[in-house]
């Protein structure tokens, strides 16, 4: 008999670089006109980049340009809509934190950086 595995997938961040599973991250996509959207059912037909809903990835993801080469675009695309997105949702959960990384991670993420 086969032992009964559940299987979670991965994605990796376009920001830290670092493996985690899709329900922590964040997908985004490229609207026809080359404006990021976020696809928060992760359902939006296309190309996609997924990034921890961090503002240290997506500061991350724009420094190195990983936005316009995960989504194959040509120059950097503007990430506004995915900064407003992140304030929108730490305005409706205050609280809560950005992320469920834990803070050891986050340090060794940023002393690497």
Do not use: Y
Request: glycine fraction near 6%; aromatic fraction near 2%.
């Amino acid at each position: 008999m086969v032992a009964a595995t559940t299987h979670e997938p991965t994605r990796t961040c376009v920001g830290c670089r670092t493996a985690a599973p899709r329900a922590q991250l964040l997908r985004v996509v490229a609207s026809t006109d080359g404006d990021l959207v976020v696809d928060s059912r992760a359902r939006m037909p296309g190309r996609g980049a997924w990034i921890h809903p961090d503002p240290t990835c997506v500061s991350l993801a724009e420094r190195r340009r990983a936005f316009g080469r995960a989504l194959r675009l040509s120059g950097s695309p503007d990430v506004a809509p995915v900064r407003e997105h992140l304030a929108a949702q730490a305005a409706s959960a205050p609280d809560a934190p950005l992320d469920n990384r834990s803070e050891e991670r986050r340090v060794g993420k940023e002393c690497r950086s």
